[in-house]
């Protein structure tokens, strides 16, 4: 497995307003997307680590985790905060939430609840809020709900190559 780590990328914040519709929607697709994925596969693949990274339900465990931080986010640019809230690194909540134990169904649905409560907040920013810009701790750049929106939306991608880099591997083997 050879895709780019997450903590190496590099971002570059230009969208305009007008595509900040096309990102929501995009956003909301995510647990559709997931789930065509891996609806048919079995449990043994679901749940098994590759090269010790997470497996294809801890992947999207870990995207269910990160909503509460994109949430938290979101309340951040409504109260205008210099900087937004960081990220644990270490994703320590994602490791301890055994999402392995989880049934599939389970986690794709609370994918897609969690994540229509995230567009659905977001598509109510204000166009004061929408305007406005804090600063991302880790990446040390400024970013607007839109860019907010196209970051979650890249992480997103990177979770999904992820799921077809361990599907690939499974269907090789």
């Known amino acids: 497995m050879n895709s780019q780590k997450w903590f190496d990328k590099k971002f570059q914040f230009d969208l305009l307003q007008n595509h900040y519709g096309s990102v929501l929607k995009k956003l909301r697709e995510t647990p559709d997307k997931i789930a065509l994925l891996v609806s048919s596969l079995p449990q043994e693949v679901l749940t098994k680590r590759v090269e010790y990274r997470w497996s294809i339900q801890e992947n999207i465990g870990h995207l269910i985790d990160l909503e509460e931080l994109h949430d938290g986010r979101i309340d951040d640019f409504i109260a205008g905060k210099e900087i ?79 799921i077809k880099e361990i599907i690939q591997k499974h269907s090789s083997s």
């Open 84 to 162: 937004l809230r960081p990220a644990d690194l270490n994703n320590r909540k994602t490791d301890e939430a055994n999402h392995n134990s989880k049934n599939i169904t389970e986690l794709i649905s609370q994918l897609k609840t969690v994540r229509e409560n995230f567009v659905k907040r977001m598509k109510h920013l204000d166009i004061q809020i929408l305007s406005s810009s804090s600063k991302h701790p880790r990446l040390n750049q400024s970013m607007r709900p839109i860019d907010m929106a196209q970051f979650v939306l890249e992480h997103d991608e990177h979770h999904i190559e992820s």
